[in-house]
């Protein structure tokens, strides 16, 4: 295992150990039945892909844009930034944007793939991008839809636009890159920042075709937060639906108990088996980097600490200890940083 958070004092090295400590104590159910779970309460039927796609060519460059669709009435934007060196078959990345983004704010790191030999592939989460016709406003599209899925009676039609209902649509996004004779089916990567980091790590955790993971400011305990009382950042992201199922509850503001109302409503379990700490446990023994920062809000560094031992356990239970890093920098808030950018594309040209 590689671990290493700059400038950390040794204190900190005695806080990850009883960090491991806690983290031997939660009882979550056997891998194989959490990925059972989890893919049972994930997928829906399935639909023909039929892709459709513009190819723009330059010196250094191939620019596919176009969609698949992952549901009856669900198209998937999305962008892929080919190498133009003529390869049989290229290893491929998927990255997802963060909350508010959208797939063009990955094209500086698709490039830097392709330079290293890499397709790149980034698609817009549901509520944001091309999937708002028009084009998304940031962030209020997503909002509203988890408010509308919050306030949904229908139980037998109940949405998850909360990260999940996205992380189901990666799944046939990897079908249609299997599918493909310029992808090696055998090399294909996956990462993302923040939201798209957290989708990721809910849906490689299950696909074992993800052969390389990077979670970028992602990585926590939602249970952690909740039972802690440091929930509000991760709550603020979608805070309309927080605020209006408060509303609902009858509290006046925001407390424990109305947003683990919503995450149990939007995301079911997620504070149990499909918890981070839970799911990082199916990605052994596939390379793994896992990169934040010290005083994240929105992931809290003693649930990522959580959610870190968790999946260095089990990746020295399949002896994949060399396949597991994680870089923490140090006094800064949610942000990526340039030095996780070069990482993540390392990692990526490393195990692909």
């Known amino acids: ?7 950390f004092c040794a204190a900190t090295i005695l806080l990850l150990c009883s960090v491991v400590s806690f983290a031997q104590q939660i009882n979550y159910p056997p891998v194989d039945k959490v990925a059972t779970d989890f893919k049972k309460l994930l997928e829906r039927p399935r639909v023909p892909l039929n892709p459709s796609f513009e190819i723009t060519k330059t010196d250094s460059v191939i620019i596919e844009h176009g969609f698949i669709y992952s549901q009856k009435n669900e198209r998937v934007p999305i962008l892929i930034y080919k190498p133009v060196t003529g390869a049989k078959a290229y290893p491929a990345v998927i990255f997802l944007h963060g909350t508010g983004g959208r797939k063009e704010d990955n094209k500086k790191f698709m490039y830097q793939l392709v330079k290293r030999g890499i397709m790149g592939v980034a698609i817009d989460a549901r509520f944001h991008g091309e999937r708002i016709p028009g084009g998304a406003h940031g962030s209020k599209e997503y909002v509203a839809a988890a408010t509308a ?4 009676k229908d139980k037998a039609h109940q949405t998850h636009p909360f990260l999940f209902d996205t992380a189901f649509d990666l799944w046939p996004v990897t079908d249609y890159l299997v599918s493909r004779p310029d992808v090696d089916a055998k090399r294909i990567g996956m990462g993302g920042i923040s939201m798209g980091g957290i989708e990721t790590w809910l849906a490689a955790s299950v696909d074992s075709r993800i052969k390389v993971i990077v979670l970028d400011i992602s990585v926590q305990s939602f249970k952690w937060s909740l039972d802690n009382d440091k929930w509000q950042g991760r709550a603020g992201t979608i805070q309309g639906a927080h605020l209006q199922a408060a509303k609902d509850l009858g509290d006046t503001a925001l407390n424990k108990r109305n947003v683990k109302a919503v995450w149990d409503k939007l995301l079911p379990n997620i504070t149990g088996e499909f918890d981070c700490p839970s ?71 490393k195990w692909l």
């Open 149 to 152: 899925a919050w306030e949904n």
């Open 279 to 349: 799911l990082l446990r199916l990605m052994a023994p596939r390379a793994l980097l896992v990169v934040g920062t010290e005083n994240d809000p929105n992931c809290p560094l003693p649930g990522a600490n959580i959610a870190y031992a968790s999946a260095v356990q089990a990746y020295a239970a399949q002896k994949a200890s060399d396949k597991i890093m994680r870089d923490v920098t140090p006094k800064l808030f949610h942000t990526s940083t340039p030095e996780h950018f070069k990482m993540t594309l390392d990692w990526f040209s």
């Open 1 to 7: 295992m590689l671990f290493k958070i700059k400038t």
